[in-house]
């Protein structure tokens, strides 16, 4: 099943605390942007990758694709000051697709198998996202004071991908743009119009590079799936 995928790139990433966009800084001799977009430039299914980017960086990161041979990018609008805003700048520049994929740029470690897995999902149920079972036990806090232990067997901790059919997130960004709503990823504003969103099991190794410890734990899972490959 084909699709094309949104990448909002244009974040500031302060907590990596870089002094520059986090998605140029380098994990095994590659900027992490880059590993991201190979896992949709080396999948066939994948038709169209589009980039939504700092007007500043642009040129950069043009220069990025071209050296690294990313061929599939469609476009790369300008980011807005919210990751949703950025998924609408996309949206709206996109042409009629079956499916579209949202993934956080900074998860380079996605594997193809699971994002076939939330692309046929979408496409026989119209929303999927990825996610992981909640390993520890939760905790609902007030003011400092624990009030209730919730039931981890009901908790998802929640990654991307996450999978639309077109129609649905090209109406969900709509309307939230039009009543001036701001959710925390593209599944809030598709669940609050009445749409269910299924979930895909994913993988603890798809993490967001987020701080510096992830850059550790990154490189550590390339190393891991060098070994697998026997890479050594």
Same mark, same amino acid.
């Given at each position: 099943?084909?699709?094309?995928?949104?990448?909002?790139?244009?974040?500031?990433?302060?907590?990596?605390?870089?002094?520059?966009?986090?998605?140029?800084?380098?994990?095994?001799?590659?900027?992490?942007?880059?590993?991201?977009?190979?896992?949709?430039?080396?999948?066939?299914?994948?038709?169209?990758?589009?980039?939504?980017?700092?007007?500043?960086?642009?040129?950069?990161?043009?220069?990025?694709?071209?050296?690294?041979?990313?061929?599939?990018?469609?476009?790369?609008?300008?980011?807005?000051?919210?990751?949703?805003?950025?998924?609408?700048?996309?949206?709206?520049?996109?042409?009629?697709?079956?499916?579209?994929?949202?993934?956080?740029?900074?998860?380079?470690?996605?594997?193809? $198998?699971? #994002?076939?897995?939330?692309?046929?999902?979408?496409? =026989?149920? *119209?929303? /999927? @996202?990825?996610?992981? %079972?909640?390993?520890?036990?939760?905790?609902?806090?007030?003011?400092?004071?624990?009030?209730?232990?919730?039931?981890?067997?009901?908790?998802?901790?929640?990654?991307?991908?996450?999978?639309?059919?077109?129609?649905?997130?090209?109406?969900?960004?709509?309307?939230?743009?039009?009543?001036?709503?701001?959710?925390?990823?593209?599944?809030?504003?598709?669940?609050?119009?009445?749409?269910?969103?299924?979930?895909?099991?994913?993988?603890? $190794?798809? #993490?967001?590079?987020?701080?510096?410890?992830?850059? =550790?734990? *990154?490189? /550590? @899972?390339?190393?891991? %799936?060098?070994?697998?490959?026997?890479?050594?």
């Amino acid at each position: 099943m084909r699709y094309e995928v949104v990448l909002p790139a244009a974040g500031s990433g302060k907590r990596m605390g870089a002094g520059k966009n986090k998605l140029f800084l380098i994990l095994q001799n590659k900027p992490i942007l880059i590993h991201t977009l190979e896992v949709f430039q080396n999948d066939a299914n994948c038709t169209g990758i589009w980039l939504a980017v700092k007007p500043e960086e642009r040129e950069y990161i043009q220069r990025l694709l071209n050296e690294h041979h990313i061929t599939k990018v469609k476009g790369l609008p300008n980011g807005g000051e919210e990751r949703q805003h950025s998924v609408h700048s996309c949206i709206k520049e996109m042409e009629q697709v079956d499916i579209v994929l949202v993934h956080d740029a900074a998860r380079p470690f996605i594997t193809n $198998d699971i #994002i076939a897995s939330l692309v046929e999902c979408a496409d =026989v149920k *119209g929303a /999927a @996202i990825a996610g992981v %079972r909640a390993k520890d036990t939760m905790k609902k806090v007030r003011d400092g004071i624990i009030v209730e232990t919730v039931d981890r067997d009901d908790l998802w901790m929640i990654q991307t991908p996450q999978a639309f059919q077109f129609d649905i997130l090209y109406k969900a960004e709509d309307v939230a743009e039009k009543v001036g709503f701001l959710g925390t990823d593209e599944a809030m504003l598709v669940e609050r119009l009445g749409y269910p969103v299924h979930i895909v099991e994913a993988s603890y $190794d798809n #993490i967001k590079m987020t701080t510096v410890e992830d850059l =550790v734990i *990154g490189e /550590a @899972i390339l190393r891991k %799936r060098s070994q697998a490959l026997g890479n050594f």
